[in-house]
């Protein structure tokens, strides 16, 4: 029994670092359930995203109990993704796939003309910070993170009432690598 249990934990971590096409590695041992998200997350991108899984440098996922300031958050400097947990598996997915968005927007060069274009269609000041607002609903990148998010998981559930993303907004991100 305790050699089953072995075998399964190992399991577990060897299909989580090897998910993804090595762009996306979970840094812990996680149930299959959370492995399964990851995949079905990184099989989503490819596909509707193809340009910015070709594009972004490899991420790292880490679930924790306390994440200041939220569900999740992105760590630029060390190229970390870190979600809270517990959560439903709704929002882990949702929360992310708004943080690749943002490691996306860090780590894929050439998006200047993607950035100006898509802050002009949000009706927000292109002459302004990308990613300083007033507030996290008027911050440009909080917007390209939730537009990665809509076009990933074909709905939002969690900022949609706080953010409202255009069409033409979408498509400009849709096409990015166009």
């Keep these: 029994m305790r050699m089953r249990a072995l075998i399964a934990s190992a399991v577990v971590v060897i299909v989580g670092a090897c998910a993804s096409a090595d762009r996306i590695r ?3 041992d996680v ?3 959370v492995t399964g ?3 079905d997350v990184w099989r989503d991108l490819e596909e509707r995203l193809a340009w910015a899984a070709e594009c972004m440098a490899p991420v790292e996922v880490f679930l924790s109990r306390d994440v200041p300031d939220g569900a999740a958050r ?3 400097d060390e190229q970390l993704i870190e979600v809270q947990i517990p959560t ?3 929002r882990f997915r949702e929360s992310l796939v708004h943080e690749l968005g943002h490691h996306i927007d860090a780590t894929c060069s050439g998006l200047e003309q993607v950035r100006s274009e ?3 269609a949000q009706d927000l000041d292109p002459g302004g910070p990308w990613n300083d607002g007033e507030a996290w609903e008027s ?3 909080e917007h390209f993170a939730e537009a990665v998010v809509a076009i990933v998981n074909h709905e939002r559930l969690l900022h949609e009432d706080r953010i409202v993303l255009f069409t033409s907004s979408l ?3 849709e096409r990015a690598g166009s």
Excluded: C, G, L, N
């Design 88 to 90: 439903s598996p709704a």
């Design 31 to 33: 149930p299959a359930e």
């Design 37 to 39: 998200i990851v995949q």
């Design 171 to 173: 498509e400009i991100v």
């Design 118 to 120: 898509f802050t002009m």
């Design 26 to 28: 979970i840094v812990q």
């Design 74 to 76: 992105y760590r630029a």
């Design 139 to 141: 911050t440009p990148a």
